[in-house]
Nanobody, 124 residues
């Protein structure tokens, strides 16, 4: 079965860093755009970062641009999100997603898969 398993979340102080990882299995990872979404309490889900199947292009939400970096390793079926200069506004459940999105609507396979999420809390 298809699985996306996030890890690396936790409690971090403002200004700190975290690195989230997503381990994928059960599908052809290298054929999919990979995305990180987040959802904060009381807010809508937000697409924060995306990377094309071979890693040639990336996109970021304005709210995280310059602070977050998405990368992938197709040999290990993993995608990561390096998060720096974290603020309390970054507190959210972060979800790994495989598939097309509004940023890459015609790239990669069309099936869409979701992880269960990992909680990031930024607080003093």
């Amino acid at each position: 079965q298809v699985q996306l398993v996030e890890s690396g979340g936790g409690l971090v102080q403002p200004g700190g860093s975290l690195r989230l990882s997503c381990a994928a299995s059960g599908f052809t990872f290298s054929a999919y755009v990979m995305n990180w979404y987040r959802q904060a309490p009381g807010k809508e889900r937000e697409l924060v970062a995306a990377i094309t199947p071979a890693g040639g292009s990336t996109r970021y939400a304005d709210s995280v641009k310059g602070r977050f970096t998405i990368s992938r390793d197709n040999a290990r079926n993993t995608v990561t999100l390096q998060m720096n200069s974290l603020t309390p506004d970054d507190t959210a459940v972060y979800y790994c997603n495989a598939g097309r999105s509004s940023w890459y609507p015609s790239t990669g396979y069309g099936m869409n898969y979701w992880g269960k999420g990992t909680l990031v809390t930024v607080s003093s």
